[in-house]
């Protein structure tokens, strides 16, 4: 079973961008389709976008174009690039990993100031 990790949170103003990573163990990672969900403080978590195992992406209305995700199998890891952020992206980011069981990270603070 991979387990995941999630790294690069952090406070930036309106306009900036973050990277976020998602660091997978085990040998099964690039089998792996994997979902950035996000939680704002009194919010339900809602999906952002994903990336399949062959490297198709999809994302939400309220982040495209703006979001990205790439994946790097030599390295385990997923990435979730954000631009021109806003004070509405303010959220928890979690990784989902979806194959033969679902996986979540413990997710990664996001602040955007305004």
């Known amino acids: 079973q991979v387990q995941l990790v999630e790294s690069g949170g952090g406070l930036v103003q309106s306009g900036g961008s973050l990277t976020l990573s998602c660091v997978g163990s085990?040998?099964?990672?690039?089998?792996?389709?994997f979902d950035w969900y996000r939680q704002a403080p009194g919010k339900q978590r809602e999906l952002v976008g994903g990336i399949t195992s062959g490297g198709k992406t999809n994302f939400v209305d309220a982040v495209k174009g703006r979001f990205t995700i790439s994946r790097d199998n030599t390295k385990n890891t997923v990435f979730l690039q954000m631009n021109s952020l806003k004070p509405e992206d303010t959220a928890i980011y979690f990784c989902?990993?979806?194959?033969?069981?679902?996986?979540w990270g413990q997710g990664t603070q996001v602040t955007v100031s305004a």
């Open positions: 085990g040998t099964l990672f690039m089998m792996y389709a």
């Open positions: 989902n990993g979806i194959f033969l069981d679902s996986v």
